[in-house]
């Protein structure tokens, strides 16, 4: 586990430029808040950088605004709604600078919020660093890093925790939060950014994260950069709770399938199927809706995990998934960590 002593290279020296990559839907009113902030980190970073926003046909008038508004920021627009993963790829696909920040458009930075993270990016094997997640309005804490654990055979993602020792070396992430994301660009690119099977949204941001620790790559954690998140207000139909409920679901089936191996992949259909069985007697069906959208799309799955093969051969580098979440535990086995209550 690195220390802040293995930083060698002044990272001031390091010629690391930002593009930073807003994927947006309906968020006009949010601009007004959350883009005089960002310009007003990337000014305090030193750094040269471009912003890109990428509009998921907005139904507001988002684009207008920007235009008329911001007419530093660059503006593409999607044809058509295709949901978070393609929304945000376009985005980095067009991306020039060497480090990309993957940003929500509800998300407010602070002014110092690059200030710690640089350093990260001496280290040949970083992929990236996010920051503390707080809110808009207050400081309760609502994301840290993530913490892994099994519950049998499925990997849960929703722990997070902070360390409050007085150490100085760094903190492990499971996954970085597409929230706000500091990433290198040639390795996000490597991993040809979000993997669209998601699409439309839901686990894209774990599945990229464990793809770049499973190569070799490594995600932090940096508790002095903060950042604010306004969480939503709105109230789905209950239609739409099927769906977001279905979708998230199927997701969740995609990533086991993608990253389990051997007896963990197959131990984990076993649980799958019965938990598929209890919940379908219990007249729960968004779960068989679920499994059938993801067993219709068994080629997409295949094609992942084979994408997933030829970069750790390039890598020459290849961990399982129980391999990662071993690593981030022993790191702070002897850390005083604490996990993070989620906000009644």
């Known amino acids: 586990m690195y220390k802040l002593k293995d930083f060698i290279t002044p990272p001031d020296l390091k010629d690391l430029n930002i593009s930073v990559v807003i994927p947006n839907y309906n968020g006009v009113h949010l601009f007004p808040y959350t883009l005089p902030a960002l310009f007003d980190a990337l000014q305090h970073s030193g750094k040269q950088f471009e912003?890109?926003?990428v509009d998921d046909c907005s139904t507001d008038d988002s684009v207008t605004y920007l235009k008329d508004n911001f007419s530093k920021t660059s503006v593409l627009s999607n044809e058509r709604n295709s949901g978070f993963s393609k929304t945000i790829n376009?985005?980095?696909?067009?991306?020039?600078?060497?480090?990309?920040?993957?940003?929500?458009?509800?998300?407010?930075?602070?002014?110092?919020?690059?200030k710690d993270q640089f350093r990260y990016f001496d280290l040949p094997d970083t992929f990236g660093v996010m920051g503390k997640i707080i809110g808009w309005e207050d400081d309760f804490i609502q994301d840290g890093a993530k913490y892994p654990k099994f519950d049998g055979f499925k990997l849960k993602t929703a722990f997070n925790y902070i360390d409050n020792s007085d150490e100085n070396s760094l903190l492990y992430s499971m996954y970085l939060s597409g929230a706000n994301a500091l990433v290198d660009r040639q390795k996000?690119?490597?991993?040809?950014?979000?993997?669209?099977?998601?699409?439309?949204?839901?686990m894209e941001d774990v599945d990229l994260s464990i793809r770049a620790w499973r190569v070799g790559w490594k995600c932090y954690f940096e508790p002095l950069s903060i950042c604010r998140h306004r969480t939503s207000t709105s109230i789905a139909s209950k239609e739409k709770k099927q769906f977001i409920k279905t979708i998230y679901n199927r997701n969740k089936m995609y990533f086991h399938?993608?990253?389990?191996?051997?007896?963990?992949?197959?131990?984990?259909?076993f649980q799958t199927f019965v938990e598929l069985f209890f919940r379908t007697i219990a007249l729960q069906f968004s779960y068989l809706r679920s499994f059938i959208a993801f067993i219709k799309t068994s080629a997409g799955i295949r094609d992942s995990r084979s994408k997933l093969e030829g970069l750790s051969v390039t890598t020459g580098i290849k961990l399982t998934l129980h391999s990662v979440v071993g690593l981030i535990q022993a790191s702070v086995s002897n850390k005083n960590i604490s996990f993070i209550k989620r906000k009644e």
């Open 188 to 202: 996000l690119l490597q991993l040809s950014g979000f993997n669209e099977l998601y699409s439309p949204f839901y």
């Open 90 to 114: 376009k985005g980095i696909f067009t991306a020039r600078h060497e480090l990309v920040l993957l940003l929500n458009s509800d998300v407010k930075l602070s002014p110092n919020y690059f």
């Open 51 to 53: 912003i890109i926003i």
């Open 257 to 269: 399938a993608i990253h389990l191996e051997g007896i963990s992949l197959s131990g984990w259909y």
